[in-house]
């Protein structure tokens, strides 16, 4: 994002000489432009311009060659010797322009580079370093690390050079202290990519004056070839726009616009100040040519490029990629091109557009750029289509500086302004001559008018403003306002704001000019034309969620990507499950390209980070979809953009989309009891997890049904013995409870018997009946207890026992709860014994002795089908 220097606004707009980056961050956000970070400098002192007197080269054994120098940083850092007088520092360097006479930036001791590099004298190659001559790279100012910055080579002007004395403070000189504020850019506000729109911001935020530096200099540039002694006008270069593949319709390049620079001095530098402010930018010097390109596109928000005109040949076809071709980059990368593709092309040999100069609005190729032997430049200005650059920079991964600014709208009427600061600054620091015939394809229209209400301000902003005060808002931010006498306006857009194309988007600049804390907070009724509030189905969601917290457990969301270090912690077999899975084409994370087919599988990782980070008893829960492919589901279409789809279009996304059901998922771990060091303590095992459903279950008046399987038809991720299906009423598979096998508990770091159960609530919830349960009378007899205490076969369940006594004991029966599961010797090999506490009550009469008899003897008789018998 882009970075902003106070130093460099100041050039746009009137900001007060003691303005801070806290408070420029604290204007700037107040018009949507937000704060990033305000980066300090890494740098502290004392760093000084030193004056090389004398530097000796010094062969070492290592056939290095090093200079002994003596290096004058003025009285106050000067050594003193024997007699107390001032004398120059003796410093170690190994760079290779070195030279006596040089003046130099010299880190002194105390001083501290990026990295913590602290500066100390050491003793190195038989000297003592009282100092170090820095170079680009370790003053973070550049890459640059073969060889020390000199002064003479950094831009400055004589009379600049002559002025610097030993000693001045090189921190202030190069700026090295000051600090920069980046800024956070939304994707519709692309004139924010440069000074120009920052400034004409900041002017919004806090009324300061500010003059658009676009205007004056659109008005010096020569926008057409003119007739010399009535012969025909004559054009440095012709340029043609030939695009036979449109994307949707609209032309790749409707401007372009370029200039000839001739007798460009190719050794002359960057001037100190812009080499500094491109740094601060966070781009490198390079060149004076190319760097000229690049502040004018920092400043004015319009991507140039410079050509070596004696390396291109006319005329220059803006064209679509061809099939099959390819180009090299200036990263030197090669890319195979696509038809979508937009491309700059020269003639050579009078062969039409054959030869590739560049992507258009992403990157140049390595033909035709300029070098240290130009003299000679083409400049080049366009206005490309926003959709075929962001394709391309994301088709080819390079986003560039040009493409950021070219994908989210660059203004169309700029180019004649950047080209004419571009040929002022050449022709200023270069020696360079501007040609004023310059070649300018102009298919640019005019924005479309927006029929305006001032109504709309109140009704969709809430803003109470004034007529006049609308118009002013909207002619500050560059709008051609006209009418308004009836309450409606017509209203023409600034050529910079492609986003502004609707009556909504004209209210949404006024309410953030006026200020969105001005905006009044009403809550707008809302009129009831049907049924309101949440679904049968979205309540009972809730009712799931607050269940699972009131019993302890707390929600999480999990990203829902999953792979096979997931598949392999389970006991998954990978093979099996990846065909039936939706498997991400662009992942987040290149080892997790899958969506998940349990939420398990996800909520694993939660637990799994908490009990990391020294948590001892983690017990989450979680409600999200799991997404199930069908490979035999039809080819999802691919649709157009900026189309509304049909309804036959719609069915067919949905036939192709996966089955997302919604289920809730619960893991525990740890100590489900822990009263303290003098209570007791139990560990979580299956029996907390069946609790969880069974209080889900209750909640939602559904009866709960567990169903055991063989230990072969276990799925491996749980313990063959402690795990259960949940099956709904109408014997549909609706979920699974229990302990995770022991090998899932070490591949995740899982205490011994964490328990877990997943529920699929889009095939539970349509199950349950919604029809209001009847109360029963209350019954005013008193109750008869009772213990009863069978032996059973192994193969009998608790709950085929419990079945048998509610159907013998019919309508006295009140309650029954299982108190006791045991086996052993006592009962004999393949037994068990299940014992109840059952409640009698009738609500017509006391029960009496035979009463009771006679339900205890049916009981008996009924369980003895299962082969259970009453324990004496």
């Excluded at 593949?245 to 620079?261: E, M, T």
């Excluded at 000229?292 to 991507?303: A, E, I, K």
């Excluded at 230990?711 to 549909?732: F, K, L, Q």
């Amino acid at each position: 994002m882009p970075m902003i220097d106070i130093d460099w606004l100041k050039d746009h707009v009137e900001v007060p000489e003691d303005l801070t980056y806290e408070q420029l961050a604290k204007d700037l956000v107040r018009v949507g432009l937000e704060e990033e970070e305000i980066h300090r400098s890494q740098l502290t002192g004392p760093i000084v311009v030193g004056y090389v007197v004398d530097a000796t080269p010094e062969p070492q054994k290592n056939g290095k060659i090093i200079n002994w120098c003596h290096v004058d940083v003025g009285d106050e850092y000067n050594e003193t010797d024997e007699n107390g007088n001032k004398v120059p520092r003796g410093i170690i360097c190994g760079a290779p322009n070195m030279a006596a006479g040089e003046k130099v930036v010299v880190t002194l001791p105390g001083a501290v580079l990026p990295g913590d590099f602290r500066i100390e004298p050491r003793k190195t190659y038989g000297h003592i370093s009282n100092g170090m001559c820095a170079s680009e790279r370790e003053l973070g100012l550049g890459d640059a690390h073969n060889g020390i910055i000199l002064l003479r080579e950094y831009g400055f002007s004589k009379e600049e050079y002559d002025a610097l004395e030993p000693g001045d403070d090189a921190m202030e000189l190069l700026h090295l202290n000051n600090p920069l504020l980046e800024i956070n850019i939304t994707p519709d506000r692309g004139y924010a990519f440069s000074y120009r729109g920052v400034a004409r911001e900041y002017h919004h935020s806090t009324g300061a004056a500010y003059v658009d530096p676009a205007i004056e200099l659109g008005e010096k540039a020569p926008h057409e070839a003119k007739s010399i002694d009535g012969a025909a006008p004559v054009k440095d270069m012709d340029v043609f726009v030939e695009d036979n593949n449109p994307i949707h319709g609209v032309v790749g390049c409707d401007r372009y616009y370029g200039r000839i620079v001739r007798g460009f001095n190719p050794s002359a530098p960057t001037p100190s100040w812009m080499r500094r402010r491109l740094i601060r930018a966070g781009m490198r010097s390079i060149s004076l040519a190319v760097d000229v390109t690049n502040y004018v596109m920092l400043d004015l928000g319009q991507p140039l490029h410079a050509y070596d005109l004696n390396k291109i040949e006319g005329p220059i076809v803006v064209r679509r990629a061809g099939e099959g071709e390819q180009l090299t980059t200036l990263d030197e990368k090669e890319h195979k091109l696509s038809p979508e593709d937009l491309l700059i092309t020269d003639s050579p040999n009078g062969e039409r557009a054959s030869r590739i100069l560049g992507l258009a609005g992403v990157m140049g190729g390595l033909y035709g750029e300029v070098t240290d032997e130009t003299t000679d430049l083409f400049i080049e200005a366009a206005h490309f289509d926003q959709v075929t650059i962001a394709r391309s920079a994301r088709r080819h991964k390079i986003p560039s500086e040009a493409s950021r600014r070219f994908e989210r709208g660059v203004d169309p009427q700029l180019q004649p302004a950047a080209v004419e600061m571009a040929v002022e600054l050449l022709t200023r620091y270069g020696s360079g001559e501007g040609s004023r015939t310059p070649v300018d394809y102009n298919q640019t229209k005019r924005p479309n008018d927006i029929r305006f209400k001032v109504s709309e301000v109140s009704r969709v902003a809430g803003l109470d403003l004034d007529t006049n005060r609308i118009s002013d808002i909207l002619t500050d931010i560059g709008c051609h306002v006209g009418g308004g006498g009836n309450g409606e306006f017509s209203v023409l857009p600034p050529t910079w704001r492609p986003d502004l194309t609707e009556p909504c988007d004209l209210v949404e600049e006024v309410a953030r000019l006026v200020g969105y804390d001005e905006i009044p907070v009403i809550v707008p009724p809302v009129p009831v034309t049907g049924d309101t509030g949440l679904t049968l189905e979205q309540r009972r969601q809730r009712w799931v969620a607050d269940t699972l917290a009131q019993y302890g457990l707390v929600e999480t969301l999990s990203y829902p990507f999953v792979g096979d270090a997931d598949y392999k912690a389970f006991a998954m077999d990978a093979k099996a499950i990846k065909p039936v899975s939706v498997e991400i084409t662009n992942p987040l994370a290149g080892d997790r390209p899958f969506l998940r087919r349990s939420l398990l599988l996800t909520l694993a990782r939660t637990v799994q980070r908490n009990i990391r980070r020294g948590l001892q008893n983690v017990s989450l829960y979680e409600l999200g979809h799991v997404f199930l492919w069908d490979p035999n589901a039809p080819a999802i279409p691919a649709l157009p953009g900026g189309v509304k789809p049909t309804d036959e279009q719609l069915a067919a996304l949905d036939a192709g989309l996966p089955d997302q059901p919604q289920h809730v998922a619960a893991i525990l771990t740890g100590k489900a009891e822990d009263s303290g060091w003098l209570g007791e303590t139990r560990d979580v095992d299956w029996s907390d997890a069946v609790e969880a459903v069974r209080r889900v279950f209750d909640r939602l008046g559904a009866e709960l049904n567990l169903v055991q399987p063989a230990a072969a038809d276990v799925p491996a991720e749980w313990h063959p013995g402690r795990y259960a299906e949940i099956v709904a009423a109408d014997g549909t598979k609706v979920g699974e409870v229990g302990e995770f096998h022991p090998h899932v508990n070490e591949a995740l770091g899982f205490p011994e018997h964490s328990a877990a159960f997943e529920l699929n609530l889009t095939a539970w919830l349509p199950t349950l009946d919604d029809k209001p349960v009847q109360a029963k009378p209350i019954s005013t007899f008193p109750p008869v207890r009772q213990d009863l205490a069978f032996t059973v076969p192994e193969s009998v369940t608790a709950r085929q026992l419990e079945d048998v006594i509610r159907e013998a004991a019919g309508d006295a029966l009140e309650s029954i709860e299982l108190f006791d599961v045991f086996s052993g010797e006592q009962v004999g090999e393949g037994q068990k014994s299940l014992a109840y506490a059952v409640v009698f009550r009738s609500p017509v009469k006391t029960l009496d002795a035979s009463d009771s008899e006679a339900i205890r003897q049916a009981i008996v008789e009924k369980a003895a089908t299962l082969g259970a018998q009453l324990r004496a």
